[in-house]
């Protein structure tokens, strides 16, 4: 399995970026899908998660600014507005087999992961 995200670089404060993730290699169905987050010496945090019924979560820090969304040939999505010097992070895409667990927007839940595109806000 593999997941590839991109799209990320440098975005003045206010405005907008979208993230893919292209997921391959793979048969079945990923049912929960999710971005996370690492700000510069801080920890992962979980950012928006999508659940195969479609049903969205996201963090409280990026609620009503970012969309998540995926498409029928498995690319995820995440669709950031207004954006704040604080959404400054290192993006991953995740995803795994099973439905989402609760928010989905724990990191422990997801077995696959990609190697991240770098978001800078200034």
């Known amino acids: 399995v593999q997941l590839v995200e991109s799209g990320g670089g440098s975005a003045l404060a206010g405005g907008s970026v979208r993230l893919s993730c292209a997921a391959s290699?793979?048969?079945?169905?990923?049912?929960?899908m999710g971005w996370f987050r690492q700000p510069p010496g801080k920890q992962r945090e979980g950012v928006a998660a999508?659940?195969?019924?479609?049903?969205t979560t996201y963090a409280d820090s990026v609620k009503g600014r970012f969309t998540i969304s995926k498409d029928n040939a498995n690319t995820l999505y995440l669709q950031m507005h207004s954006l704040k010097p604080e959404d400054t992070a290192m993006y991953y895409c995740?995803?795994?087999?099973?439905?989402?667990?609760?928010?989905?927007?724990?990191?422990?839940?997801?077995?696959?992961w990609g190697q991240g595109t770098q978001v800078t806000v200034s």
């Open positions: 999508i659940d195969i019924d479609g049903t």
């Open positions: 290699g793979y048969t079945y169905s990923m049912r929960c």
């Open positions: 995740a995803a795994d087999p099973r439905r989402c667990v609760g928010s989905g927007l724990r990191g422990t839940e997801y077995d696959y």
